[in-house]
């Protein structure tokens, strides 16, 4: 089973940014996808931004789409979530997820199989 543990996380301005990571350990992560997803207090967790194996292609979600950046870095085993222009609306946890898949995109939450604990991210007004 991969272990994944997300950081980076904290309390930023609107307007800011964050950079979160997420570290994987206990399997090859380069034949993995990895998705990441946000959960607001109160509400469903919902789909951010997902990448292949390689890092060659990316999907975000509508939400986030030309304000986030999804990148990975196989050689460090960690998946990597850049956050402009955030808003309030942006605070929730968020969580990295991981599946074994070495050929496209993983979207539905219910195809990962593997989850970090998450990181909170709070955006102030």
């Known amino acids: 089973q991969l272990q994944l543990v997300e950081s980076g996380g904290g309390l930023v301005q609107a307007g800011g940014s964050l950079k979160l990571s997420c570290a994987a350990s206990?399997?090859?992560?380069?034949?993995?996808?990895v998705g990441w997803f946000r959960q607001a207090p109160g509400k469903e967790r919902v789909f951010v931004a997902a990448i292949n194996w390689s890092g060659g292609s990316t999907y975000y979600g509508g939400s986030v789409k030309g304000r986030v950046t999804i990148s990975r870095d196989n050689a460090k085993n960690t998946v990597y979530l850049r956050m402009d222009s955030l808003s309030p609306d942006d605070t929730a946890v968020y969580y990295c997820?991981?599946?074994?898949?070495?050929?496209?995109?993983?979207?539905?939450?219910?195809?990962?199989?593997?989850w970090g604990q998450g990181t909170q991210v709070t955006v102030s007004s």
């Open positions: 206990g399997r090859t992560f380069s034949t993995y996808a």
């Open positions: 997820a991981a599946r074994e898949w070495p050929y496209g995109l993983v979207i539905g939450e219910d195809e990962y199989d593997d």
